[in-house]
């Protein structure tokens, strides 16, 4: 099993900056890509980006391309996401998770494991 922690959501102004963590523990991720995906009240859950096993790949959302940068550290135990330019729809919970591969994929469904989630609110 893999207990997967996520940290660093808030309250930020439009234009603003947040940076999540998430601290994988039990089971090593080491082998697996690591995702963020996130969900506004009243919509479905959607990729927001993922970064490959290796740490060599990553592959983003159209809609934080340029904004947002995923990175894991060396243990591979945990994984961030710094959120520059923050906007209004940025709003949602956040939630990392790890794929049962080790490249990079943007399917929800291919995600084993699943943190509770972090609050992000963005206001205008």
């Known amino acids: 099993q893999v207990q997967l922690v996520e940290s660093g959501g808030g309250l930020v102004q439009a234009g603003g900056s947040l940076r999540l963590s998430c601290a994988a523990s039990g089971r090593t991720v080491s082998t697996n890509a690591m995702g963020w995906f996130r969900q506004a009240p009243g919509k479905e859950r959607e990729f927001v980006a993922v970064?490959?096993?290796?740490?060599?790949?990553?592959y983003y959302a159209d809609s934080v391309k340029g904004r947002f940068t995923i990175s894991r550290d060396n243990d591979k135990t945990t994984v961030y996401l710094p959120m520059n330019s923050l906007k209004p729809e940025d709003t949602a919970v956040y939630s990392c998770a790890a794929s049962a591969y080790g490249s990079t994929d943007s399917h929800l469904t291919n995600y084993d494991y699943w943190g509770q989630g972090t609050q992000v609110t963005v206001s205008s």
């Open positions: 970064i490959s096993w290796s740490a060599i790949s990553t």
